[in-house]
């Protein structure tokens, strides 16, 4: 009997997408109207990897030539002719990066109070407006490969995020998650070259987009308006812009590309409209 029941639960449990693990043990029976339902993994992805690629490639572009004073150093390491693309700002004055965001993608996203009651913070659109299709944020933190132990950071930690082939990022930016966060993003480096972001730890993140782990779950009453998508970063993602990724593995030798989850717009998303995603995603 209890073998049986185990087994239910082990087949129900291997088929969620994405998971906070706490919550959803929680507050799963509450909620099963919430549920979003996908065909199979391939039909999961809502935009191609190359628009993935485009969007950020396209904001990070923008966020460092709006921090030329601080990146020329480094941009002398580049081969002329990509820095002949980032150098040919007329206009030296630095904007704010959520101001960047918005004249890069046509919106901005902040984190505030959330319209549901007791849900804490969430995400908003705060200008502009983001067309059904756009990566609206990114969910940071701490890369785990499924054998990699998380068990400490994991303790009353809302913030863990699993993707399908068990890969957890750990998006807290409190106690020991971002002891682990800071730590192994000062030991990745190439050369000058940093390979991640650390700013999404405190209140104002050097990439506006990586406040992702605050977007709150739907409800029967607010229906979700972004999905989850994982992206794997390719080779060839410009070394000089990973400095505004925000995640991180974990292990030091990982042997595969780094993983990011983006936020992926359901519907066009208005100014003024909070951000909520289905937190359970079930693949048949
Ligand atoms: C990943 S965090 C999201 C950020 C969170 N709102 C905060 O302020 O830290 C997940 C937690 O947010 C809260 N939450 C998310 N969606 C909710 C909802 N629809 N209603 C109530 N609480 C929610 C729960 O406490 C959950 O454990």
Redesign the pocket.
Same mark, same amino acid.
């Given at each position: 009997m209890i073998k049986a029941l185990y087994k239910a639960f082990e087949v129900r449990w291997k088929s969620y997408r994405h998971r *906070?693990v $706490?919550?959803i043990a929680l507050n799963l029976q509450k /909620?099963e109207r919430t549920l979003r339902q996908v065909k199979d993994r391939s039909r999961d992805k809502l935009v191609e990897d190359e628009e993935v690629l485009g969007s950020l490639v396209c904001l990070f572009t923008e966020l460092l030539k709006n921090d030329m004073k601080n990146q020329s150093e480094l941009l002398r390491f580049l081969p002329q002719a990509k820095r002949d693309k980032y150098t040919n700002v007329e206009d030296e004055t630095r904007d704010a990066p959520s101001a960047v965001m918005l004249n890069a993608l046509g919106f901005r996203i902040e984190r505030k109070r %959330?319209s549901? @009651?007791?849900? !804490?913070? !969430?995400v908003f659109v705060t200008r502009g407006r983001a067309p059904k299709g756009s990566i609206v944020a990114m969910y940071p933190g701490t890369i785990y490969q499924p054998d990699e132990p998380i068990f400490f950071q994991s303790i009353r930690n $809302? *913030?863990v *995020?699993r993707c399908i082939d068990g890969v957890l990022i750990d !998006?807290s930016d409190r106690a020991i998650s971002k002891i682990v966060y800071r730590s192994c993003s000062g030991r990745d480096r190439l050369g000058p070259f940093r390979l991640g972001d650390c700013s999404w730890l405190t209140s104002d993140p050097v990439n506006p987009l990586a406040v992702g @782990? =605050?977007? /709150? /779950?739907? %409800?029967n009453e607010?229906a979700a308006n972004v999905c989850y998508q994982e992206y794997d970063v390719p080779e060839g993602f410009p070394l000089e812009l990973r400095q505004f990724l925000p995640n991180v593995n974990y292990r030091a030798d990982a042997q595969r590309p780094l993983r990011c989850v983006v936020l992926v717009s359901l519907r066009d998303i208005n100014c003024g409209e909070e951000l *909520?995603s289905n =937190?359970y995603t079930i693949v048949h």
């Open positions: *906070f $706490p919550w /909620n %959330s549901l @009651q007791l849900a !804490g913070t !969430g $809302p *913030f *995020f !998006g @782990q =605050y977007v /709150n /779950n739907c %409800s607010k *909520f =937190y």
